[in-house]
């Protein structure tokens, strides 16, 4: 018992000296903000790694075949009026719950594409941002969120889709496009 009490007062000494050792350093102080997130365009840019760049191009390859097809309007989406985005955007709802897997996730690219603001429209980085804001709740206020909650689902329960990578021996870029 003797021998366990006298342990205590001495690890007591020894973390105060350690503690005294480490406050006497001249060791630098760290600047660090601690916070949840970064500025919008550096998370934005964080979630596009380099070799997802030619997504952006498939991106807006697959909405302007799409908005074209659409045939209402000569312009791109920045100069449609909100009535012709409504409309248009109900059309890609529609076509989105009828399409097979591979169109789907064609007409899925159209909506990253709003998602990501328009960009081949854009002029300045404030613009891409206004334009994503906008067109995200434009979207949302769609109902698109309920949509794509329910093809996420879907894609979860495939079986077929979701075994695919397992059975590969090595995983490659265009799995992960999928998978994505």
Known sequence: MEIGKRGIPKLREILRRQRGDSESSDAPDVEFVYDDADEHTVELA???????????????????????????HDGGWSTANDSLRSNYLLH??????????????????????????????????????????????????SGFFVILIELLNLEAENSVAASAPLRKPAVSIADSTELR
């Open 92 to 141: 890609l709802l529609n076509d989105i719950e009828m399409a097979d897997r591979a169109r789907r996730l064609q007409l899925l690219r159209s909506i990253l594409y709003l998602c990501q603001g328009v960009f081949g429209e854009a002029e300045t980085e404030s613009q891409l941002m206004s334009n994503s804001r906008h067109n995200v709740f434009l979207l949302y206020e």
């Open 46 to 72: 964080e979630l596009y790694s380099y070799t997802e760049y030619p997504d952006f191009a498939l991106n807006k390859q697959a909405f302007t075949e799409h908005f074209a097809q659409y045939g209402r």
